[in-house]
């Protein structure tokens, strides 16, 4: 089977590896498709893949769209995208809102404040009309002449829902040719935090009940399209060993191998844009607890790989026992990397961060 992955950058692969590697081993060739560059190291995944799989695994990157219609279909989909953020379910999320309001035309961020035109009533009547020429704009000529060209017996696609996203041109361009399509929900929050899906693939791949709850009442998809995959993302860690002694751990990452370890895990900037001062605040809180084995614990402190630059000023040497490692971030894509990641988990006695994914991992 010929199979094409669109996806939204190579660093998606993180989450879906095991079972690219598992359909390689099975003789199917898959065909990566990323829509920009990543910064956090997905192309090491991908030759990854070429490397053990020469000739089932392929890469290259999307062709560049230019056309007025192209603007058009983006500015459209991103005036969707914020509306759906005037929900009322949305009412105490505004941070999401004003994200989405960013990227929007401004037309469409201020139509909703205008009186009458403005109304709830009339905004659903905007969004349905707005929905309808959405649907009319053709999908790109070099997503057109990609799938022509790969003829692909299924066309795979993540995330889909990233606000304004270009890879509904892919749903719609297999529509067209015949070609089944399915969307792999990549994240736990994709569903409630991103875009809408703007074209929906012929199944629809959720981690769980949730998920596909979320699916209906959120993006209005059958349930029959929906399958309950579970996340797929994590098996790999419940099958993960340490690859160092802790004492050999610790002395790697600079910190004394005696104490309780502390693991302070970071977010991403749209979670936390300035992470340091509030870390200050919690190393010093720690080092006044009333409690010695807390007191003294040894601190490390794992900066977000898209959220690192703002640690490079910041003097572990100064705190007693506390160490920022790796400095730069770094995506626990390859065996170097995942290893170091996992170590620094395993060897913690409490992890503590504010919202990451590395949490649902040291959980695992």
Known sequence: MRLLFSLGSFGFLRNFEPALRLLAERGHKVHLVAERQDSVGGMRTVEALEQDYPGRVTHAYAGRRSSQWHTLAAALRLSLDYWRYLDPRYVKSPTLRVRAARQAPQLAVSLPRWPIVGAPAAMRVWSRLV???????????????LLRAQQPDLLLVTPLLYFGSHQVDYVRAARTGGTRSVLAVGSWDH????????????????????????????????????????????????????????????????????????????????????????????????????????????ILIRPHPQNAEQWQAFDAAVCEAVAVWPRAGANPIDRDARADYFDSMYYSDGVVGVNTSALIESGI
């Open 191 to 298: 569903l409630t935090t991103k875009g809408l899906i703007h074209e929906v693939p012929d199944h629809v791949l959720v981690w769980n009940d949730m998920q596909r709850r979320e699916a209906a009442e959120l993006h209005g998809i059958d349930p029959a399209r929906v399958v309950v995959t579970g996340a797929q993302a994590y098996d790999k860690w419940f099958e993960e060993r340490p690859s160092l002694p802790r004492a050999e751990f610790c002395r790697k990452v600079g910190l004394p191998h005696d104490r309780p370890l502390l693991l302070y895990l970071c977010s991403s900037p749209f979670i936390t844009p300035y992470e340091v001062g509030f870390v200050r605040r919690w190393i010093a809180a720690i080092r006044a607890a009333t409690d010695s084995g807390l007191r003294g614990a040894a």
């Open 131 to 145: 929905a309808w020429l959405e649907r009319a704009v053709p999908p790109a000529d070099a997503t057109r002449l």
